[in-house]
């Protein structure tokens, strides 16, 4: 009998000791992986802080480049050979694409930072179509391609921040209109549940390939296809639109086939509640 209570004695001491030191080995893991964490946290603040403070920098030259042009393609120094004029629109181009591209980033850095600003408010899906019909109206460059937006019936008030819906429309319309040689682009809303509302905006361009649907709205990721090289990007607007409508309270989806079109939706609730997780 004591010799049974010696090696079960035994055999406890040596769970104990074993049991100390994996408590030993996680505790130090923890610290491990909190020290990690601490740096991911301070590298991605880092990053926000540069690409802000790039995006603040690069403004002002920028906007000294595309009123410069401006004042050179309004003749207001004396005429323009054709090549002038056709070089002199290419740095205003150019210089409204890196402009925009320089807002993605600034915006980008804050929905990362978590300082991005949401006012919501009602507001009516009518006024907002309206509102980007008339911005896309001045731009639309052929007549090839036709911008449809068809009118969001059944739909209602939405409480929401329109200004930040816009934007993740805004850059969908305008990859639409960029990736579709003829055809058309076609806008809708429609309500998804008694919760939630869904706007899509579809086309009748070249298509996505299957293996690039998974990480097309990761940073800087963009297609490869023959128009996406001639059409420069930086791959930013998807990202930038999947941050926000998360800040929303939904989510961003895509389906395409390659040479027939695609569609890229968001959805969101209709009534956002503010400070409060919106999870669907």
């Keep these: 009998m004591n010799d ?8 406890l001491e040596a769970l104990t000791s074993e049991l100390a030191e994996t408590n030993q080995g996680v505790v130090a893991l923890y610290a491990e992986l909190e020290d990690n964490a601490t740096r991911l946290r301070e590298a991605s603040e880092l990053k926000s802080r540069f690409l802000s403070y790039m995006s603040h920098e690069f403004r002002t030259p920028l906007g000294a480049i595309r009123s410069i042009a401006r004042i050179l393609l309004d003749r207001l120094d004396g005429p323009l050979t054709s090549e002038q004029q056709v070089q002199v629109e290419f740095i205003r181009t150019s210089a409204t694409e890196l402009s925009e591209m320089v807002d993605d980033l600034l915006d980008l850095a804050k929905v990362e930072a978590g300082r991005v600003t949401i006012s919501p408010a009602w507001f009516e899906m009518v006024d907002l179509f309206s509102a980007l019909r008339g911005m896309f ?16 019936a059944g739909v209602g008030s939405l409480y ?49 390939a299957p293996e690039y649907l998974g990480a097309i709205f990761q940073d800087f990721v963009q297609v490869d296809a023959p128009i996406q090289k001639r059409l420069r990007g930086a791959g930013l607007g998807l990202s930038l639109s999947r941050k926000l409508a998360q800040v929303l309270g939904g989510d961003v989806a895509v389906t395409s086939v390659v040479g027939e079109g695609s569609t890229f939706s968001v959805t969101i609730p209709k009534e956002l509640a503010p400070g409060k997780d919106n999870g669907r």
């Design 4 to 11: 049974e209570l010696v090696r079960l004695r035994e055999q």
């Design 137 to 152: 109206k001045p731009i639309l460059s052929s007549d090839s391609v036709s911008l449809i937006f068809e009118e969001p």
């Design 160 to 208: 929401s921040d329109d200004k930040k819906l816009s934007q993740i429309l805004r850059n969908f319309i305008s990859n639409a209109l960029k990736f579709t040689p003829k055809g058309e682009v076609r806008v809708t809303a429609g309500v998804t549940n008694e919760h939630f509302v869904t706007f899509a905006v579809s086309d009748t361009g070249i298509g996505i």
